[in-house]
């Protein structure tokens, strides 16, 4: 039987995987967090599991010591348990991509200290974890994320000073919690995954490309230096990823409909519009210099989506936002979770500043 500790339970991703557990003989919730929402209808299902809603979520991990944490807390709040099961060794599937941007390189120490696994939840992610499987690095040539280039795709960038907050949450191809969906509007997701992914798979920015796929079949594909090229596909159902990660390495079986080829896929790629979309380049420049500037990257981010999502702030203005913020720091590297939790704050007294002085 394998513990499972599910941070962020009452979200978008916390439910699936509920879901999952509750599916599967072999797992079991042995403790629940969220960040405000009370746990008590969730926790009915769980009677023995440890709950803890908003504070230090280490307490609730501490206590309960379990197998796998499944950290899919949204925003940089998720950090403290990313770095608590790198730290002891724990199983972590992630979903909190955030917190793997922020903390880089702190990350990855931690994790080699601890020695746990690290499993992918984000799909593009998980995708490309099981092509990778049994592959040498060397015969690696890149790595392909896929982006569904959300519910604007196709518009320039003119068209798209008025759009709203309804509007960017309208996505076409996936069922997600708020903040990630006016990132896949922005593609200011795909650039957080493209840091993901250098993080994770160690591959250097020039050999993560991206790629807008409007139908969301193909969630990866991971290009050899012999011409071929594996591909992971599935409707998009983030149950799959989900259960992948929990229950690792045996691949249960999971109640979604199989691929219909029959029925005819469509499988289209373009490229992304950097011009309409500004924030995946400058997520790949955040990538490029290193240091702190992911995490600056993703904290202006995170304070511009709450202020577009209040009607505080227009959509072009996500990125200007999160540019200005970029100019401002120095970058510097942190050299640990002090420093980190610095440069994050920093940061987003400077994007405050900014919104209050531009935007009031
Ligand atoms: N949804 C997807 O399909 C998807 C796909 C790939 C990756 N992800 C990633 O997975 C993460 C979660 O996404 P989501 O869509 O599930 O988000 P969501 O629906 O908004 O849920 C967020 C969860 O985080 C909790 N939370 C927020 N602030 C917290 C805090 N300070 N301390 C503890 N818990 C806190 C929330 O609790 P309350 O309800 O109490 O506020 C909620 O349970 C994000 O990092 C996202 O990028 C999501």
Not at 12 to 35: H, K, M, P, T, W
Not at 109 to 133: K, M, Y
Not at 180 to 188: G, M, Q, R
Not at 303 to 310: E, W
């Amino acid at each position: 039987m394998k513990r499972v500790a599910i941070l962020g339970a009452t979200g978008s991703i916390g439910r699936q995987a509920l879901e999952i557990v509750a599916a599967n003989d072999d797992l079991d919730v042995c403790a629940l967090a969220a960040g405000s929402q009370p746990l008590d209808g969730l926790a009915a299902s769980f009677p023995d599991a440890l709950t803890q809603v908003g504070g230090d979520l280490r307490d609730v991990l501490d206590a309960s010591r379990p197998d796998l944490v499944l950290n899919a807390v949204v925003g940089f709040a998720g950090l403290p348990a990313t770095l608590w099961a790198l730290e002891t060794g724990t199983d972590l599937a992630l979903a909190n991509k955030e917190s793997l941007v922020a903390a880089g390189e702190l990350a990855l120490e931690a994790w080699e200290r601890g020695g746990g696994r690290l499993l992918p939840v984000d799909s593009e992610h998980s995708a490309v974890f099981q092509c990778l499987e049994g592959r040498s690095a060397e015969s690696v040539r890149s790595l392909v994320l896929t982006a569904s280039g959300g519910p604007f795709r196709g518009r320039a960038r003119t068209a798209l000073e008025h759009v709203t907050p309804e509007d960017a949450l309208a996505h076409p191809t996936w069922r997600m919690g708020p903040k990630i969906t006016v990132d896949s509007a922005t593609l200011a997701n795909k650039g957080l995954e493209l840091i993901e992914a250098h993080f994770l798979f160690g591959f250097a920015y020039d050999d993560i490309e991206v790629i807008v796929h409007p139908t969301s079949i193909v969630h990866a594909i991971v290009r050899f230096r012999d011409g071929a090229a594996l591909a992971h596909l599935g409707y998009p159902d983030m149950r799959v990823p989900i259960s992948y990660a929990l229950t690792y390495p045996h691949r249960a079986p999971t109640p979604v409909p199989a691929l219909d080829l029959a029925a005819g896929l469509t499988l289209e790629f373009e490229p992304p519009d950097l011009d309409a979309f500004p924030l995946l380049s400058l997520a790949r420049e955040a990538g490029e210099r290193g240091g702190t500037y992911p995490c600056v990257f993703n904290a202006a981010n995170e304070v511009a989506v709450a202020a577009f999502l209040d009607g505080r702030l227009p959509f072009l203005g996500i990125a200007d936002v999160v540019e200005s913020a970029l100019v401002d720091v120095d970058g510097r590297r942190a050299r640990d979770l002090a420093e980190l939790e610095e440069a994050d704050a920093d940061a987003r007294r400077a994007t405050e500043n900014q919104l209050a002085a531009v935007w009031p």
